[in-house]
T-cell receptor, first 113, second 112 residues
Framework: DGGITQSPKYLFRKEGQNVTLSCEQN?????MYWYRQDPGQGLRLIYY???????QKGDIAEGYSVSREKKESFPLTVTSAQKNPTAFYLCASSISITVQPQHFGDGTRLSIL | AQKITQTQPGMFVQEKEAVTLDCTYDTSDQSYGLFWYKQPSSGEMIFLIYQGSYDEQNATEGRYSLNFQKARKSANLVISASQLGDSAMYFC?????????FGKGTMLLVSP
């Protein structure tokens, strides 16, 4: 079945450590997105990518980095510069940046040890 | 800038009854789209329904319908014949040129 796979489901980070969240899609979608969700809140956009080798900052990009070397993959790195990384992270994709809806993965829950 | 407001933090409904979840929006764009997503306790976001700003008829998808009132800038979700499995967070979102802006969500609890 086509879909979006995020891994791991749960992730723990030590202070000062970088961690990378994986997002893979087999929907042949050009556009991919990363969102952060805090308890009781809506989703906030971290980064998005319209096409391979291109990505743009969203509303809360500080402390995060991404790459888009392959169409299927859009990994998110949470760097040590992100002072409050504990959150639920959701990856999404859409056919193109202007054609919605976005389809979501099951999310990764990141916690600080 | 776009803004989505969901004023109901939580809603309760009995099984088999209809429920309306409110969503108002603000945008200066002439062309935009409005979405509703469901988020069960497991965390995934499930797309429910979409309404384009130029669509003249209200969108419907099974038990879901979108009550779109453009002049009032509202896009309320109506769930008919609620089921226990409808208990979840519901998010309204708006599409600008390239990205989605989400509201803070409404928690719906369906009781037997």
């Amino acid at each position: 079945d086509g879909g979006i796979t995020q891994s791991p489901k749960y992730l723990f980070r030590k202070e000062g450590q970088n961690v990378t969240l994986s997002c893979e899609q087999n929907l042949n979608h050009d556009a991919m997105y990363w969102y952060r969700q805090d308890p009781g809140q809506g989703l906030r956009l971290i980064y998005y990518s319209q096409i391979v080798n291109d990505f743009q900052k969203g509303d809360i990009a500080e402390g995060y980095s991404v790459s888009r070397e392959k169409k299927e993959s859009f990994p998110l790195t949470v760097t040590s510069a992100q002072k409050n990384p504990t959150a639920f992270y959701l990856c999404a994709s859409s056919i193109s940046i202007t054609v919605q809806p976005q389809h979501f993965g099951d999310g990764t829950r990141l916690s600080i040890l | 800038a776009q803004k989505i407001t969901q004023t109901q933090p939580g809603m309760f409904v009995q099984e088999k009854e209809a429920v309306t979840l409110d969503c108002t929006y603000d945008t200066s764009d002439q062309s935009y789209g409005l979405f509703w997503y469901k988020q069960p306790s497991s965390g995934e976001m499930i797309f429910l329904i979409y309404q384009g700003s130029y669509d003249e008829q209200n969108a419907t998808e099974g038990r879901y319908s979108l009550n779109f009132q453009k002049a009032r800038k509202s896009a309320n979700l109506v769930i008919s014949a609620s089921q226990l499995g409808d208990s979840a967070m519901y998010f309204c979102a708006m599409r600008g040129y390239s990205t989605l802006t989400f509201g803070k969500g409404t928690m719906l609890l369906v009781s037997p």
